[in-house]
């Protein structure tokens, strides 16, 4: 005879479950998480997740007290069914109407004020940042001063950034924790999400809503630097890229220009104008490459090159297979535009 299953089994995979989710929880660390808030936007998220976390904690406390009492309660013998009936509209008014609206009043109340909060009124002098998804890649433009960038959103510490959002294929959803609230971004429209932060400091963001085969590798950074810092950043990344120093940076930028990496990239002070893939003026400035995958090091930037596929498979960019003196010399340039 086969053995019949205990009680206890169903418990038992209910407790694997919650250890495996706590677990997966603990991976989110503080760099990404929207319950370690250094923005405004991102703190009043972050109350009102709190808010719900406890009132949540509240109601299931009192469920479930009173589902142990009707389970456990001794059964009164009833012989007056009106009575009986007197006695449990109290609970149903009280549980099922009046508390329930309570909540939802208050739950309202704190999310209209919070999103209330989340739309400042346009203030003149804010840096406008323009941010353009791409699968799977981030577009980064600073328009009042003709900075391209990608993957790394740089923003000054101690004032509002207003950040004018877009896609240039499918819905993407720009999120970064520890500074502000999620938003999308929708084909045919554009749409506004604040930074407002005074700590300085490096925060991961990530695509927010499935749009592909690499979604889960679309990630991005938001530099937050004091002004002084971001200013000399801004003026940087605003210059034409630097004229190759020696010989192999020269042939470098030459393999550049021949090779098919001008038919999506575009290096600012050459003759290339193709805004399909990143721009790649400042390359050697960031800190990662492929949407904060891999780090921007003459290694990764060479696997990148020869075979983006094997690193993001799927990614637009194909693979190309140089010879391998192109390829140093391609990288001795490349790693030069900082
Ligand atoms: Cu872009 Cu998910």
């Excluded at 250890?19 to 250094?38: E, N, W």
């Excluded at 009986?84 to 008014?93: A, F, Q």
């Amino acid at each position: 005879m086969t053995e019949i299953p205990t009680g206890s089994r169903p418990l038992f995979r209910l407790g694997a479950v919650l250890a495996v989710a706590a677990l997966a929880l603990t991976a989110c660390g503080p760099d990404q998480s929207m319950l370690s808030p250094v923005g405004a936007d991102a703190g009043r998220a972050a109350g009102l997740w709190w808010l719900m976390f406890w009132l949540g904690a509240g109601i299931w406390v009192v469920v479930t007290a009173a589902t142990l009492y009707a389970l456990y309660r001794r059964q009164p013998g009833r012989h007056d069914p009106l009575a009986g009936r007197r006695w449990e509209n109290t609970p149903l008014i009280w549980g099922g109407i009046v508390l329930p609206s309570i909540v939802l009043v208050v739950l309202t109340g704190a999310t209209v004020d919070a999103m209330r909060h989340a739309d400042p009124p346009a203030a003149a002098e804010a840096t406008v940042v323009q941010v353009i998804g791409h699968q799977w890649w981030w577009e980064v433009r600073y328009p009042e001063r003709n900075v391209v960038t990608a993957n790394e959103v740089h923003v000054p510490a101690g004032r509002p950034v207003r950040l004018e959002l877009r896609t240039a294929d499918v819905i993407h959803s720009f999120w970064v924790p520890a500074l502000a609230g999620k938003i999308d971004l929708i084909p045919g429209r554009s749409n506004t999400v604040w930074i407002n932060t005074d700590r300085p400091g490096v925060y991961e963001g990530q695509c927010a809503e499935f749009c592909g085969l690499q979604h889960a590798k679309m990630r991005f950074r938001v530099v937050v630097d004091d002004e002084p810092r971001f200013q000399e950043w801004l003026a940087a990344q605003g210059e034409s890229a630097a004229e190759p120093a020696d010989a192999l940076a020269a042939r470098g930028r030459q393999v550049f220009l021949s090779a098919s990496c001008v038919y999506c990239h575009t290096i600012r002070g050459t003759a290339t104008v193709s805004a399909i893939g990143p721009d790649l003026t400042h390359l050697a400035s960031r800190d990662t490459l492929a949407a904060g995958i891999i780090p921007n090091t003459k290694g990764h930037l060479g696997g990148w090159i020869v075979d983006p596929q094997q690193v993001k498979p799927g990614a637009r960019m194909p693979n190309n297979y140089l010879p391998p003196d192109d390829l140093q010399a391609l990288l001795a340039y490349l790693g030069s535009l900082e």
